[in-house]
């Protein structure tokens, strides 16, 4: 059945996160060891914020990598996912099509240029249905999930959780967050920034589309939002 209703969740996240990042901030430039430093931290909220801002933007980016962060997501398909694992730094488990059969008519995400055309749509469902027979078919005569999932579309959906450190999550956001991203894993990454915007608004500068960053676009073609390095 189509699926509309993406769902992200943030299942775990830090709640000394400025603390961790402070720590590691200062140990860098600091006569202090690392534990005195932790252990005597500033209170000032403000003070944390100004040194871990000017070190992010000087390109220090290990000391947020001490940041893991760990989402749940329900309803991508496994085109999204597919690229989701293309990303270094980042742990996967996923819902396995081997161990788990699909019952029924399985759930699958229409892309809107698909579902825009109404003629179209109606084959892309037409598709859909009679691919579910036929892997319900399989499954009744004997063939094991593991085999009978090689008919099953990139649309059908998923269920996964995510981790992924701090620096990385910066990176998702500058590339998979363009608008030359596919649009469904461009909305799982905004719903994952979003969520942590809300724990932590002072990331909102940094979860952004790369030319948001560099200040012009780095791609063959611009969307039009920058211009290209070279105008």
């Given amino acids: ?57 000087s390109g220090h980016y290990s000391t947020i990598e001490h940041i893991q962060v760990t989402f749940a997501i329900n309803n991508i398909s496994r085109a999204a996912t597919h690229q989701l694992v293309r990303h270094r730094h980042m742990s996967f488990s996923q819902k396995s099509q081997r161990y788990v059969k699909e019952k029924g008519e399985f759930d699958f995400v229409v892309p809107p240029a698909i579902e ?33 999932r090689s008919i099953l579309p990139n ?16 990176h998702l956001a ?5 608008t030359r991203a596919q649009l469904e894993i461009r909305l799982a990454v905004k719903k994952m ?16 589309p790369k030319c948001g960053r560099l200040g012009y676009c780095d791609e063959d073609k611009s969307c039009g939002r920058m211009k290209t390095k070279n105008g």
């Fill in 1 to 57: 059945m189509p699926k509309k209703n993406l769902e992200v969740q943030l299942i775990s996240i830090p709640d000394n996160l400025l603390d961790v990042i402070y720590t590691a901030c200062r140990t860098c430039y600091s006569a202090d060891g690392a534990i005195e430093i932790y252990d005597n931290i500033t209170n000032d909220t403000d003070k944390k914020l100004a040194l871990i801002s000017k070190v992010i933007s």
């Fill in 116 to 148: 825009a055309n109404k003629s179209l749509y109606n084959k892309f469902l037409k598709h859909m249905e009679l691919t579910a027979s036929l892997y319900q078919d399989f499954i009744q005569n004997g063939i094991k999930g593991e085999d009978a």
């Fill in 155 to 170: 649309a059908t959906t998923s269920s996964l959780v995510v981790s992924l450190n701090l620096r990385e999550l910066i």
């Fill in 174 to 178: 500058n590339l998979r967050l363009c």
């Fill in 193 to 208: 920034c979003t969520l942590i915007e809300e724990k932590e608004p002072w990331l909102k500068s940094h979860l952004v």
